[in-house]
Structure formats: C-alpha cells, structure tokens
C-alpha cells in the first residue's frame, strides 16, 4: 500500500513522522510520498540551498524531546542537476528558514557533513567527513552534542569523527529531508531502513573514547576529518611541507598526510614514552619530543632528526616539557618544574644551562614564540584563573593578553603574526584536564577581541603545541567522543 501525502503543513501520519512541510522560500512545492509496505519515504525537494543563514527544503518531521538517534539508508533518484543536492537527517528547533540545527547531510557527489547553526540566525558551518557517499547514516544528539556516524555496505556503524555543541531546547523538531541546492529544479532521495530512537544515559564505564583528527578553515570555520580512532590520540602539529601532520599516541610520535591514510610512527629510538609537547624545527629538519622513557621517568626534552633517528638531550633537569621553538632555530622554550614550581625556561638548542623566565607564584605553561621571535606568548594563574600572558623573548615586560571570566590556555600565534588561537575552559575547570567541554578560540592581536572557532568536547590533548598551518589559513586540533561500547 502506498500513501501519498499532500504539501500541506503539519500534515498528519507520514509513516513514523508526524508531517512535512517546506522550509524557507522555495519556487516548486516539495512532496513526500510513504510507502507503508517498504517503510520507505521519497522526499521531493527544492530550495536553493540548506546554508549560510537560513534555509529551503522539504521537511519530513516529529517533534520530539530528549537523546535520540535517527538512522536511514539514502539514495537519490536520477543523475541530479546540481552535484550539492542534499538529502539530510535533522534536529531542528523550529520550523524556521533561520533556525539553529544540526544535520547530517549525504551530497548528491557522496560529500558527508555533520552541518549546524549555533543560533537562530548564524551562519552554517560543517564538519566534512573523510568517508564519501556511505551506504547508511546517522545523526546523534546527546545533551547539546550533535555527532553522525557512518556504515558502508556491511552495516556497521563507526563514529565518523567530529561533534559539536547546538543547544536546543524542548521539544524539537527530528525528521528527514531534501533541498535540489537549485532553486528551479526539484530532486527527489528515497529513505528506507528509517529508525527513530530514543537514546538512556551513558554510564562512563560503558563507553569508548574516540578521537579524532581534524582540520579547521580559519575564514569559514569548517572543518574536516583527518583520521579517527578508538583510543587517545594528541597534540597536533603541522609540517612545513604543509601536506603531512603529526601527532604522539601511545608514547609515539605518528605522521599522517593532512588528506588522511594510515599514520607512519617515526623512529624515536630508546624514546617511547613521548608526551603531547613536540614541535618541529623553523627549517623543518629537526623534531623535538618530550619523553619520559629515562631515569625516574620524569619528562625530558629531546632532538631526533624529522626522519627519525637518535635522540639527543637538550634539558639536564626535570620534569621539563617542550612548547615553542624561536623562529631563528637557536632556543627552545619549555615548561619546567623546579621546587614545587610550574615556571618558563629558555636553553639553547645545543643544550647547556636553562634560563628562568617567568618566578611569579603559581602555574606558568604554554611558552610559544611569536614569529618575529620577540615575544613569548604563554598562559598564567597568577592573578587566580588561566589567562594568556606575554613576555619578551628574555623574559623582561610580562603583561596580560586575555581578561575573561573563562580559563585560557596554550596560545599560538599565526605565521602572519596576526592572530592568536587558544583553548579556552569554562571558569569551573581547574588545570587542563581531558573529557570537558573546551572552545577553540581566535584573537585578533591588532584589536584583541576574541571570536569561537569551534565549540567541542576535549582538552587535554586537543591543541597543546603549535599546529598551524604553514599558509597560516588552517589549524589543526584533536576533538574526543565518548561512544556507548554497545550500540
């Protein structure tokens, strides 16, 4: 038996869905027609685009509350006429052109995207995935966190990597939906296998961490997926080659292409116990690590060459963790415990004798050279909560660069020397600790007001060391999800 449903609004009893409607301004009503034998749903759709700040498309919808899941198996009818036609599965909070959501969105070209709009109004942003045109998928909302996950052709999901924080309040709108990306052409998907969820709390002992390595476009602030995977993983840092990053996992330090693959562990030799402080030489042959493989096993910084080889000690004291490296190759600045104290060091690359550059009480962290190599950006406690400080390179003019209610951490400055990214904690969390929910935050240097690039779940791990790109259009950072170990 087939259904046939109308473009009325709110139309009732469209399979699990309550109705459909047009979103936003479209030229040719769009239809769903419900198929009850095959339980499935062919949305006709036009609209110029679902982007930007606001939206047209075909909308299949139930108003729902709480955690859910929504799942589908989606294809499009015929070759299509823009290769950006979209087929989504969304949580909505109105039916609204402009409304704050998320989706994920399978593109007529097999392009997938966890996209979303902050608040009502905003500009649309997305997280693309690294799998192209998957055979089944799925949006997550749990709490604020939207997520998607992917299956191919065997069925089984895996996180594609990347979440984001859209708050929404209750009850909200979860359906399916299409929009031609062409305001004079309607297109038509077929969603089968549809299943709405309700989703139980997760209990932290039953749930897999994920992380994921991703880059973001600084003027758009999209992002996109390098790798993911299930266990820790940090610290990213871009090559100078622009085309590979690094980053340390289970005591190692990996490389993989900025357009993914399989990660290449370089040789580190005794050192196998590296931590997420590591960088990469002004000149891009030289790698410098933190490890803690030797002696009392306490973190010592070390140079092996960028292709892997020996390491060579640079600190005799510890624990001493890397951060920045001056832009004429000769200094290392680094964080150093001495006496019960977290403060910054300075010693040369040949190593020798360590130079203190910060004695203010409490924890000094962070240290990163800004380009001209004249400054020392770092973050403080000094005045009771987290906040970016700078310094000149020697230590002399020490004066505060952030004052907000919020904990500010590891800043790095743009290779243009413009802009500053930091991560940013709420004023709750002390430390820096993993699992929180962080921003990633953008300062102009010129007038120093501070933008969000992304609202995500990490911390620990997530931007620690410098990781712009060499063009100085795109950072790359480390976003964490906590995945029930039992779908």
């Avoid at 038996?1 to 009503?29: C, R, S, Y």
């Avoid at 994920?210 to 390098?226: G, N, P």
């Avoid at 042959?285 to 892997?308: A, F, K």
């Avoid at 000690?313 to 200094?331: A, E, F, I, L, Q």
């Amino acid at each position: 038996m087939k259904a046939q449903q109308t473009n009325t609004p709110g139309a009732a009893g469209v399979g699990i869905f309550e109705g459909h409607e047009d979103v936003g301004m479209v030229l040719h009503p769009g239809t769903v027609e419900y198929d009850a034998a095959k339980g499935s749903y062919t949305i006709a759709g036009s609209g110029e685009n679902m982007w930007s700040a606001r939206d047209g498309f075909q909308f299949v919808w139930k108003r729902v509350s709480g955690d859910v899941t929504l799942t589908a198996d989606i294809s499009f009818v015929g070759k299509g006429v823009n290769e950006h036609r979209k087929a989504v599965l969304m949580v909505r909070q109105t039916l609204d052109a402009d409304s704050a959501y998320a989706d994920v969105a399978l593109h007529g070209n097999g392009l997938t995207s966890l996209q979303f709009r902050e608040e009502q109004g905003a500009a649309t942003h997305e997280i693309q995935a690294n799998v192209s045109a998957p055979k089944r998928v799925r949006i997550e909302k749990r709490g604020a966190y939207f997520a998607m996950s992917l299956a191919g052709t065997d069925g089984e999901f895996h996180p594609a990597g990347g979440s984001t924080r859209v708050a929404l309040k209750a009850p909200f709108y979860v359906g399916i939906g299409v929009c031609s990306h062409d305001k004079d052409v309607v297109e038509k998907a077929v969603f089968t296998n549809v299943e709405l969820k309700a989703l139980t709390p997760m209990a932290a002992a039953a749930t897999t961490l994920y992380s994921t390595l991703e880059t973001i476009t600084v003027a758009s602030m999209d992002r996109r997926v390098v790798y993911v995977a299930p266990e820790r993983f940090e610290a990213p840092n871009w090559m100078p080659d622009g085309k590979n990053l690094l980053f340390n996992r289970n005591g190692r330090i990996e490389k993989i292409a900025v357009t993914g693959g399989t990660p290449q562990v370089i040789d580190t030799g005794f050192a196998t116990r590296c931590n997420n402080d590591h960088g990469i030489s002004p000149d891009g042959t030289l790698l410098v690590i933190s490890d803690q493989s030797q002696e009392e096993h306490q973190s010592l910084v070390y140079i092996v060459p960028i292709v892997g080889g020996a390491p060579r000690r640079v600190t005799r004291n510890s624990p001493s963790y890397w951060h920045g490296w001056s832009p004429d190759g000769k200094t290392l600045a680094f964080v150093g415990q001495r006496n019960d104290d977290f403060d910054i060091y300075a010693i040369p690359v040949t190593g020798g004798e360590e130079t203190r550059l910060t004695t203010a009480k409490g924890l000094d962290d962070g240290p990163d050279y800004s380009p001209d190599g004249k400054f020392i950006y770092f973050n403080s406690e000094r005045t009771g909560h987290m906040q970016i400080w700078r310094m000149r390179a020697d230590g002399s003019e020490q004066e505060q660069v952030t004052f907000d209610e919020f904990n500010n951490w590891f800043p790095h400055i743009s290779p243009d020397g413009q802009q500053m990214v930091f991560l940013t904690y709420e004023a709750s969390v002390t430390g820096h600790p993993e699992n929180k929910d962080v921003m990633l935050r953008l300062m102009s240097l010129k007038d120093r007001k501070a933008t969000v690039l992304a609202k995500l779940f990490g911390g620990q791990g997530t931007i620690n060391v410098p990781s712009w790109s060499p063009d100085g259009k795109q950072l790359a950072f480390v976003s964490y999800q906590l995945v029930p170990s039992e779908k």
